[in-house]
């Protein structure tokens, strides 16, 4: 199947920093990304959806001043947390979808913590 | 409003028999359903999936089977292994390009 990656698996940052999380599809071109984010025991909440070459489209309820998602090549979409908390720490999870349509491939996912 | 239902939060099931995880949906302008199954720490891994054209799918131990009438799917994995043992997510879709809305998810556990 398709392959997606995600760096860092692990980062811990201090509240007021910045965080960048890179998604790459490995062998496949994305035209679409989708960032999801999931609380512990809790299903996917969708963040956003990224497309290549133009601005993501955020969920209701989600800052996209706060989530700065940042499409600019068919196998990167890149997820910045801003001005992090504490409540943001959270597990952060990336898929790319293939030209054909339905499937979504996932990432290995992100573990954010906020100090 | 939960577009995308699995009622049952967890699943114990002897190694070897059948597995069923159930998951309910109620907006008839899903077209295209899928499974995922997913371990602590890691993201979901793609397992089958359906269109709404067909009511059943098969590959190799698992198969979906989809009742549009009664806005209800369900994966079969059989015979069961210790390895299914994670959280499974059905998920769906109302067009190709679009996002998925996932179910709650379901624990199977598959005891040796």
């Known amino acids: 199947g398709a392959v997606v990656s995600q760096h860092p698996s692990r980062v811990i940052c201090k509240s007021g920093t910045s965080v960048k999380i890179e998604c790459r599809s490995l062998d496949f071109q994305a035209t679409t990304m989708f960032w999801y984010r999931q609380f512990p025991k809790q299903s996917l909440m969708l963040m956003a959806t990224s497309n290549e070459g133009s601005k993501a489209t955020y969920e209701q309820g989600v800052e996209k001043d706060k989530f700065l998602i940042n499409h600019a090549s068919l196998t990167l979409s890149t997820l910045t947390v801003t001005s992090a908390h504490p409540e943001d720490s959270s597990f952060y999870i990336c898929?790319?979808?293939?030209?054909?349509?339905?499937?979504?491939?996932f990432g290995p996912g992100t573990r954010l913590t906020v100090t | 409003d939960q577009q995308v239902k699995q009622n049952s939060p967890s699943l114990s099931v002897q190694e070897g028999r059948i597995s069923i995880l159930n998951c309910d949906y109620t907006n008839s302008m899903f077209d295209y359903f899928l499974w995922y199954k997913k371990y602590p720490a890691e993201g979901p891994t793609f397992l089958i999936s359906?269109?709404?054209?067909?009511d059943k799918n098969e590959d190799g131990r698992f198969t979906v089977f989809l009742n549009k009438s009664a806005k209800h799917l369900s994966l079969h994995i059989v015979p069961s292994q210790p390895g299914d043992s994670a959280v499974y997510f059905c998920?769906?879709?109302?067009?190709?390009?679009?996002?998925?809305?996932f179910g709650g998810g379901t624990r199977l556990m598959v005891k040796p």
């Open positions: 998920a769906a879709s109302t067009n190709a390009g679009n996002m998925l809305t």
């Open positions: 898929s790319a979808m293939l030209t054909s349509g339905y499937e979504q491939y």
């Open positions: 359906i269109s709404s054209i067909k």
